[in-house]
Every structure is written in C-alpha cells, then in structure tokens.
T-cell receptor, first 116, second 112 residues
Framework: DAGVTQSPTHLIKTRGQQVTLRCSPK?????VSWYQQALGQGPQFIFQ???????QRGNFPDRFSGHQFPNYSSELNVNALLLGDSALYLC???????????????FGPGTRLTVL | EDQVTQSPEALRLQEGESSSLNCSYT??????LFWYRQDPGKGPEFLFT???AGEEKEKERLKATLTKKESFLHITAPKPEDSATYLC?????????????FGTGTRLLVSP
C-alpha cells in the first residue's frame, strides 16, 4: 500500500518565477492538505482540498493556489516566487472526517523548494 | 486562535535516560491532539492520536498522555535511533474539514 507521494523531491527557482508541486494521496484517502515548513519551524497550513474544491485556507496570499483532480491527486502552485517562499512543502492526506471525531493526516516526504 | 507551545526546544539525553516532552495548547473545541516524529529533511511520521483528557497511548518506548491543557510524550530508556524532532499538533472544529495547528517541535538527541 503506497503512502503519500510527492514530486519533485527538490526544486530550485529564481525570484519571480512560478512553481508547481504535485501530490498523490494514500490509497483510500480523498482529502489533501498542503503545509509549508520553514527551517526550524512547525508546518503551517496552506489549504485543504476535497471533491476538487478548496475547503479551508490558512493565512497565505493568493499567490498560493491549488487544484485537486478526480483521482484525488493535487497540485500546489506558487506564483511570483519570493525568497521567503523557500521551505519544505508537505502534502498530507486523509479520509474526510465525520463531525465530532479526530481525523489523522498522513504526510508525504515533502518537496524542498529553494528560491534564489 | 488555536495555539500550540512545545518545550523544551531541544533535549539531549544519554541512551537509557528517560524523559518527557511537553505540549501545551489552547483550542476551541478539541477534535484531536496528534504527535508526529520528523527526521531531518523528511515528512512527519504519525505516532499517536489523543482525544479525551486522561487518554494514554503507547508504542514501543513512547507513551503519550493528555490533559485538558497539555500533552506529554514520555520516552522510556531511549536509544540513539529515537533522535528526531517530535511535533505536536491540534485539530479543532466541528465540520469534516480540520486543519492541523503545529507547535515548533522538540529536537531530541540521544547519545550512545
């Protein structure tokens, strides 16, 4: 049973460029979340997708956008890259939770983005 | 606003020296508290889910406990392979969509 997969592993871009990161969820999962983790910090929530729609969004500018496909895989797009966008980008998948109970999220290995 | 604070920031132990990591939280309507292990440059690895105060979960040398305001991750007789960053996260809300709010983690180094 494959876990969460992400591509590419590493990426180097220059300021002002655009980037697309990809994620395939764990088998049986239908909800994908994206997180940004700066060095020495905990992951910060970017947004969550379910049924091909953005369901929740964290405190990130509109330069960050996403998409979910019918097979539940997802993309994260970042436009007009800034130096501060350099981070580990994590994808997490889960099965949509039922109100009232915890909802474990399982993470992929991440994509390391460096903006020069 | 939901908040998670972890302490200490870093902890150095000798092999076999037991200790505890702390995670204090403020959240409206806790759905769950989660512990993850993260190795350098890799994604967080799920360890435990806790939901109710008084709940305990165990896995090998790790034991997680939960009160109404904090959680502890107890490490008994640690080995060098337990060296990693341990992250605590909370989930709140009453819908089917819940983000995780993370602390900054505790970096654990276990020396032989």
């Amino acid at each position: 049973d494959a876990g969460v997969t992400q591509s590419p592993t590493h990426l180097i871009k220059t300021r002002g460029q655009q980037v697309t990161l990809r994620c395939s969820p764990k088998s049986g999962h239908d909800t994908v979340s994206w997180y940004q983790q700066a060095l020495g910090q905990g992951p910060q929530f970017i947004f969550q997708y379910y049924e091909e729609e953005e369901r929740q969004r964290g405190n990130f500018p509109d330069r960050f956008s996403g998409h979910q496909f019918p097979n539940y895989s997802s993309e994260l797009n970042v436009n007009a890259l800034l130096l501060g966008d350099s981070a580990l980008y994590l994808c997490a998948s889960t099965r949509r939770g039922v109100a009232g109970g915890p909802n474990e999220q399982f993470f992929g290995p991440g994509t390391r983005l460096t903006v020069l | 606003e939901d908040q998670v604070t972890q302490s200490p920031e870093a902890l150095r132990l000798q092999e076999g020296e037991s200790s505890s990591l702390n995670c204090s939280y403020t959240v409206s309507g806790l759905r769950g508290l989660f512990w993850y292990r993260q190795d350098p440059g890799k994604g967080p690895e799920f360890l435990f889910t806790l939901y109710s105060a008084g709940e305990e979960k165990e896995k090998e040398r790790l034991k997680a406990t939960l009160t109404k305001k904090e959680s502890f991750l107890h490490i008994t007789a640690p080995k060098p392979e337990d060296s990693a960053t341990y992250l605590c996260a909370v989930q709140a809300g009453n819908t089917g969509f819940q983000k995780l709010v993370f602390g900054t983690g505790t970096r654990l180094l276990v020396s032989p």
